[in-house]
């Protein structure tokens, strides 16, 4: 199986930054894309960002210029540097990972991380 684990969230101040880390551990032969998903309550789990294995990079209008994805393939982990953080940014972040596995065939599975609380209040 493959598990991914998040960690660098909790409280900041309006104008603050984050940064939070994502780690894939487990059966993974390769990671297609990784993402950065946020769930506010009571509304649907939405993009922040995401970035494939090359590096193209695609953000929600709403975090362009004030956040940045990045990652490490040979570590398989996600970074998501969030600068100029907004009472709006308060939310769950989860984790997301396309990761090709063997099990008989070489298929793509999605796995997501158990989320991770970010909020910005004073």
């Known amino acids: 199986q493959v598990q991914l684990v998040e960690s660098g969230g909790g409280l900041v101040q309006p104008g603050g930054s984050l940064r939070l880390s994502c780690v894939a551990s487990?059966?993974?032969?390769?990671?297609?894309?990784m993402g950065w998903y946020l769930q506010a309550p009571g509304k649907q789990r939405e993009l922040v960002a995401h970035?494939?294995?090359?590096?193209?990079?695609t953000y929600a209008d709403s975090v362009k210029g004030r956040f940045t994805i990045s990652r490490d393939n040979a570590k398989n982990t996600v970074y998501l540097q969030m600068n100029s953080l907004k009472p709006e940014d308060t939310a769950v972040y989860y984790c997301?990972?396309?990761?090709?596995?063997?099990?008989?065939?070489?298929?793509?599975?999605?796995?997501w991380g158990q989320g991770t609380q970010v909020t910005v209040s004073s």
């Open positions: 997301n990972a396309n990761v090709r596995r063997y099990s008989g065939t070489y298929q793509f599975y999605d796995y």
């Open positions: 970035i494939t294995r090359g590096g193209t990079t």
């Open positions: 487990g059966s993974i032969f390769s990671i297609n894309t």
